[in-house]
């Protein structure tokens, strides 16, 4: 990360979408696939943005939550305020406040269907 990027951190704290396409970076680093950024606001109350991802394996998406948790917080000094799943139940859930990120199984991405049901946010992003 530049070095800029680090004191802008500093100097004014991070807004949402900063940590939302940080985060969207630590995952594509990692191999992560079909990775969406979604904006939520100004309608949702849950979160401002959705990052979800897909994984090869329930390794991969262990891997996956705690490269973002590690980083993020060595970065930016930030923790999740929740985790929930584990690899092996084929969705982990971060939940940064503003930022919530989801990391499936494919299977279990379809079967939820995260945006199908948040259909009407605008997609910042989609990284095949």
């Not at 680090?6 to 940080?22: C, F, M, W």
């Not at 959705?50 to 000094?77: M, P, T, W, Y």
């Not at 079967?111 to 910042?124: F, K, M, N, Q, S």
């Amino acid at each position: 990360m530049p070095h800029l990027f680090h004191n802008r951190i500093r100097r004014k704290g991070l807004d949402s979408l900063e940590l939302a396409r940080y985060i969207v970076d630590l995952v594509e680093d990692k191999k992560a696939k079909n990775i969406v950024l979604l904006d939520l606001r100004p309608d949702a109350i849950i979160a401002d943005f959705f990052v979800i991802c897909n994984g090869n394996s329930d390794r991969q998406l262990q891997a996956l939550a705690e490269h973002v948790r590690e980083s993020v917080k060595e970065r930016l000094q930030k923790l999740p305020f929740a985790i929930e799943g584990t690899g092996e139940s084929g969705w982990v859930l971060l939940d940064y406040g503003d930022v919530i990120v989801h990391l499936f199984l494919e299977g279990k991405r379809l079967y939820y269907d995260l945006e199908g049901l948040w259909r009407g946010a605008h997609v910042l992003l989609s990284i095949q």
